[in-house]
């Protein structure tokens, strides 16, 4: 092969890629044949010489001109190209990098003489090892595909580096930026699609363990822009809003799991549970009704299902009612609003000798106050004659107040005499802890956390309690 092949079909004499003998004139081939045996060359047609480039790597090294979305002058394209023949041809490989090396520093900025070197480096990777030749294909590369991030030869380069030393994302960004333009680019980003989303999805998840939210935020986003939709990639989502706190968004991706993996229980039970804490209480009783009829026996979905009947009802009360349950800190005045609009006994009791606390008079709650300090459910200051309404409720003091609605709704309640309740008020807090444990208010003495500020969401679960006993 003693002629160049350009992209137009036509072809040229030219030498200083391979040496050897003079080449054929193209117009009169036999002269020059005759020539060639007077100067001493072989007297046979020489074997047309092997490609440097294997088969099955030819579809990603290109001509370096293939794609350039920019211009360069017509004998640089030309040398680029030739040099590109070479290489494919098994002409010189030394000559073209020499040739290449010399167009580079004439010429720095020539994007298609660096992927022409970097494909020669590649080349010889084959024959020295990948990676001794991969870090300087990497180096004339890397400048080139960032500034030019559609240039199909770079970029198909780029990908195969990367594939071939397992680097399967980059692998797959490469592809996937040139799929429209290459047909095996295409082929090759949806092959290697599933295992690089994958692999990103789990460097998002261990961002999020380790507590760099904003950069597992930022890969996330690239991610969702190329697979907003997968199972993996809207799991990492779901961990990272976890772990930003953010319910509603959980609850969003809870929704789009749930609906392309309808069988997972376990993302049905979390959305359910999330819908009756934040959202539609009555969809999230639908969704845990309907697990519990696929797992009778089990009693902790039982009581989940039976705190969203409990919290359905809650709907019905006023809106400031519903308000003070979503508070994260209860005070005694808003503890004896929900003890007048949950426990019916206490709403319609009449108020016959209540206590005197002067710090009421003119308190907005002072109706639903006074119910609770006529039944003693709440006690109050006798000395100073105070309810303290603003002061932040306790966990002990609502189960305390508990105890005793209990004891009075019942006087055969087997778990507290009629005399402790008298004294619960005295009483040690650890002993109302242990009661509230016996009477079952609370699992078992350890949850009872007495000092703690009681919230509107425990408080509700207490009072389901209470009145689950109640109603047994």
Not at 198 to 215: K, N, P, Q, T, Y
Not at 453 to 469: K, N
């Amino acid at each position: 092969m003693s002629a160049s092949r350009h992209r137009n079909g036509t072809t040229r004499g030219w030498t200083g890629w391979r040496g050897g003998c003079a080449p054929a004139s193209p117009a009169r081939p036999l002269v020059a044949l005759a020539a060639a045996l007077l100067a001493g060359c072989a007297t046979s047609v020489p074997p047309v010489p092997r490609s440097h480039i294997p088969e099955r790597e030819a579809a990603y090294l290109l001509d370096p001109l293939t794609g350039y979305p920019l211009s360069a002058a017509p004998e640089l394209e030309r040398q680029v190209h030739e040099g590109y023949e070479t290489l494919w041809s098994g002409g010189d490989l030394a000559a073209v990098a020499a040739a290449t090396r010399a167009l580079l520093e004439a010429h720095p900025g020539l994007h298609p003489a660096a992927v022409l070197m970097a494909e020669v480096a590649y080349v010889r990777g084959h024959a020295v090892g990948l990676p001794a030749a991969a870090a300087e294909a990497r180096e004339l590369l890397s400048p080139v595909v960032e500034e030019l991030p559609d240039y199909l030869a770079a970029q198909m380069l780029w990908g195969r580096l990367a594939e071939r030393l397992d680097e399967l994302v980059q692998a797959w960004r490469a592809y996937d930026r040139v799929a429209g333009a290459s047909t095996v680019a295409r082929r090759r980003a949806a092959e290697l699609a599933p295992r690089a989303i994958e692999i990103l999805a789990l460097r998002v998840g261990d961002l999020v363990g380790r507590g760099h939210l904003d950069e597992a935020e930022r890969q996330l986003a690239e991610l969702e822009s190329w697979a907003a939709d997968e199972s993996v990639v809207l799991e990492a989502r779901r961990s990272l809003a976890v772990a930003q706190g953010d319910v509603e968004t959980e609850r969003e991706v809870l929704g789009r799991l749930v609906a392309a993996r309808p069988d997972d229980e376990e993302i049905a039970e979390r959305l359910a549970d999330l819908d009756v804490i934040g959202g539609d209480v009555r969809l999230g009783l639908r969704r845990l009704e309907d697990l519990a009829a696929r797992r009778p026996d089990d009693e902790e979905l039982a009581d989940k299902v039976a705190r969203a009947k409990f919290l359905r009802r809650l709907e019905l009360l006023p809106s400031f009612v519903k308000e003070m349950a979503a508070e994260a800190v209860l005070t005694r005045a808003e503890l004896a609003t929900l003890f007048y609009w949950l426990v019916p006994s206490v709403r319609y009791a009449d108020v016959t000798d209540p206590p005197i606390a002067t710090d009421i008079l003119e308190h907005p709650r002072r109706e639903e106050i006074l119910r609770v300090m006529n039944l003693g459910l709440i006690p109050v200051d006798e000395t100073l004659h105070l309810y303290s309404p603003e002061d932040a409720a306790t966990r002990v003091a609502a189960l305390g107040a508990l105890l005793r609605l209990l004891r009075i709704s019942h006087a055969d309640f087997a778990c507290l005499s009629e005399a402790e309740a008298r004294t619960l008020a005295a009483a040690p807090m650890r002993w109302t802890c242990r009661k509230a444990a016996d009477c079952r208010l609370i699992p078992e003495e350890a949850d009872c956390l007495p000092l703690a500020s009681l919230s509107g969401p425990d408080a509700l679960d207490l009072f389901r309690r209470a009145l689950d006993l109640l109603g047994s």
